[in-house]
């Protein structure tokens, strides 16, 4: 393919999705904050740039994926940024989880610089990132949407990416959706503490529960870490509290009562205060068994 992909952020997420966008046959280059992921993109077969206008000078559409509302700021608007450098008729892909104030923002700053911004939260983890069937909600102009629906459909699942509106709105989903994850993992963790505590076999009811109405995504990925006591990592404790964050602030500004994530809010404050901010956000299940006085 001609067409060359510019892609900042190869963290934990945008490896993998980088990597996937190079199997597709798309000329990539690449900048982020750690080399060692650049060396390996390099390796296979991508182009080092050694900062973030780089990028914008070689690249027609261009993908962020960072950690905060101010790095994807810096790599965009700050210093030897995105915007220092960029072409008119560029397409920038932000696929971070930021706040969608920020998205708005960056939205109008590119578009008054002759580019057109997305926001593109995903959802799904590392494994979805892997296996490119993440989960994508996209927020922007709908043109832009549909020209780049090809790119995304590799880094995630066709039939999970979909165009929720106008800019921000992107990201104000994927709030929505950190929100239902985050009150799911608490109740299923609630669960499986109450049938360690009966002395009933929790990885049965699981596998019950998995069977009815209660089926979910969060009971089938995070039940089974929480069972097996493993946190490896599919995503940091302490990026899912970023983006609770950014809940709690947007509820705020929507006036939007929350108590069930409210709650969920103090869990994660909890499994922060306990250190566990660079295991699986999974993990909060622990200290829920904790709580109940289980090992």
């Known amino acids: ?106 939205a109008d700053r590119a578009k008054s610089l002759g580019a057109t911004m997305l926001d593109a939260p995903v959802s799904g983890g590392d494994i979805g990132a892997i296996n490119g069937t993440l989960s994508i909600m996209v927020g922007g102009d709908a043109d832009a949407f549909a020209k780049a629906k090809p790119i995304l459909e590799v880094m995630g699942n066709p039939e999970k990416i979909v165009y929720i509106g106008e800019s921000g709105s992107g990201q104000l989903c994927k709030l929505c959706n950190q929100m239902v994850i985050g009150g799911t993992l608490a109740v299923v963790a609630e669960a499986l503490a109450l049938a360690r505590k009966a002395n009933v076999d929790a990885a049965k009811v699981r596998e019950a529960l998995l069977g009815g109405f209660a089926q979910s995504r969060v009971l089938e990925v995070h039940g089974e870490r929480a069972l097996k006591n493993t946190y490896k990592p599919g995503f940091y404790t302490h990026l899912f509290a970023k983006d609770m964050r950014n809940v709690v602030a947007t509820l705020a500004e929507h006036e939007t009562p929350a108590p069930v994530t409210a709650v969920v809010q103090q869990l994660l404050n909890a499994t922060m205060a306990a250190g566990r901010g660079n295991e699986d956000n999974s993990v909060m299940a622990k200290t829920v068994f904790e709580m109940a006085g289980l090992k």
């Open 1 to 106: 393919m001609s067409q060359t992909i510019g892609f900042i952020g190869l963290g934990l997420m945008g490896r993998p999705m980088a990597k996937n966008l190079l199997k597709a046959g798309y000329k990539l280059v690449v900048n982020s904050r750690s080399q060692g992921p650049v060396d390996d993109l390099v390796a296979s077969g991508a182009t080092r740039a050694l900062t973030a206008a780089d990028v914008a000078r070689q690249a027609s559409v261009i993908i962020t994926m960072v950690p905060d509302s101010p790095d994807v700021e810096l790599v965009l608007d700050g210093p030897n940024g995105v915007f220092t450098a960029l072409q008119p008729g560029t397409t920038i892909i932000d696929m971070s989880s930021i706040a969608p104030g920020v998205a708005r923002r960056l």
